[in-house]
């Protein structure tokens, strides 16, 4: 063989070995943590400017693409993926530097993403782009996917599982239906798998309805509160069976109110803690601002978690809205997969509430799900939950967790995660 046509197959040789670690490494960099990482900002539409944080998994694999994808969103709504579920529930670190046993990215790759915009680095350049509506809440995800994809094109056929908490079960039903007949319509390329909803909010009159009987039932309260609670609920039924969702929320308010004052500043989150650490709040506020934009290297006029109250305030009117019928159409007219996993001691968006609604959906395999068995789940011997199938949805009750099942019940939570994402043997 001449010289010169063995120079020429090493360079294509070359070249071929660098386009391949171009596709599949193309972004990782050192952030802040253990692993490789990617992050920045998207701009989903003028002056609108999306934050995500990559966490390529740290599993054995000879290659990352061999792991799903699984986003994370935030409830709140305002609340930032970036730090509360990335440090304080799922990513491989704690704010203190500590590693997290149980952390997602053991197993695959973690896209946190600050959505709405205005929640934690996300920003807009003018507060009228923040969004005011649950649509243009899944149309902002939708476009930052458009551009995810082209940053990352080698994700578009791995597949892809969103996770989410809290008001997320309003945000990602919607958001997954919106990327679903997006891909239907040739708009871009993503292997959706799953949706699975943390203590959602998704339908909030039925959260609110079932708050009273739980703190009854659990000595925290007595029947002069129950009766108290239960007037202030049946009056915010009123209102939203009139659609008038701004005087729901009001009333939503001062249940709140109420039951901090018979409980003695019970945790919302979970019934058997008192006095939320408002102290952790600051010190996540000053490590986001303070060693996590540095290391990221954040624009100095960025401030984590800045207009969080902004975006609050901006979705009112959407608060009390119920997300069932989104649902619905998830269930009935793609082929996602969909599941709930509700703690036993989360009051925000309590179980009973969550099973309520659930037993309002309408969709084909509606009667498989209710003929159905509850089963346990056993991990090391011990019961952590149950969980009931039918058609594309489950159901999955979890024990000795609150509203946060990621931090207060990891094990339970790692059985979750592995059955929705279909990774066994981990």
């Excluded at 001691?345 to 509430?353: E, H």
């Excluded at 099942?405 to 990774?423: E, G, Q, R, S």
Aim: proline fraction near 4%; hydrophobic fraction near 40%; include cysteine.
């Amino acid at each position: 063989m001449k010289k010169k046509t063995v120079l020429v197959i090493l360079s294509v040789a070359l070249l071929l070995l660098v386009a391949f670690v171009s596709v599949h490494y193309f972004s990782a960099k050192t952030g802040h943590g253990p692993g490789k990482e990617d992050w920045g900002f998207v701009d989903i539409r003028p002056g609108a400017h999306m934050f995500y944080w990559l966490y390529y998994t740290t599993a054995n694999v000879s290659r990352y693409t061999e792991r799903p994808l699984t986003i994370w969103l935030q409830g709140g709504p305002g609340y930032s993926a970036t730090g509360l579920g990335n440090f304080d529930q799922l990513g491989p670190l704690d704010i203190y530097g500590n590693e997290r046993n149980w952390t997602w990215v053991k197993q695959m790759n973690i896209l946190f993403i600050d959505s709405p915009l205005g929640s934690g680095f996300s920003y807009v350049d003018n507060m009228t782009l923040l969004p005011s509506t649950n649509n243009e809440i899944a149309q902002d995800l939708l476009a930052f996917m458009k551009e995810f994809y082209k940053l990352h094109r080698e994700f578009e056929d791995v597949p892809l599982h969103i996770f989410t908490q809290s008001y997320g079960g309003k945000m990602a039903p919607e958001f997954a239906l919106e990327l679903y007949y997006a891909v239907e319509r040739g708009e871009l390329r993503s292997n959706l798998k799953s949706v699975n909803m943390g203590g959602p909010w998704t339908s909030p009159i039925d959260s609110i309805l079932s708050r009273a009987a739980l703190l009854f039932n659990m000595g925290l309260i007595d029947r002069k509160a129950h009766d108290e609670i239960m007037k202030l609920a049946n009056e915010a039924l009123e209102y939203v069976n009139e659609e008038k969702w701004v005087e729901a929320d009001d009333v939503e308010i001062r249940i709140i109110y109420l039951i901090t004052h018979e409980t003695n500043n019970l945790d919302f989150y979970n019934i058997l803690k008192y006095d939320k650490d408002h102290d952790h709040e600051a010190k996540l506020q000053d490590f986001m601002r303070g060693t996590v934009s540095q290391a990221l290297g954040i624009p100095d006029d960025v401030k984590w978690g800045q207009h969080e109250d902004d975006i609050f305030d901006n979705l009112n009117g959407e608060m009390i809205k119920p997300a069932i019928h989104i649902v619905n159409e998830l269930l009935n007219e793609t082929n996602v997969k969909v599941s709930v996993f509700t703690g036993q001691l989360d009051l925000i968006c309590a179980t009973p509430g969550t099973v309520n609604w659930i037993d309002k959906l309408e969709w084909d395999y509606r009667e498989e799900y209710v003929k159905a068995p509850r089963m346990a789940f056993r991990i090391d011997g011990n019961v952590e939950g149950y969980e009931k199938s039918g058609g594309n949805f489950t159901l999955f009750w979890v024990n000795k967790a609150g509203h946060v099942v990621p931090a207060d019940n990891p094990k339970a939570m790692n059985y979750i995660l592995k059955k929705c994402t279909n990774l066994n043997g981990e």
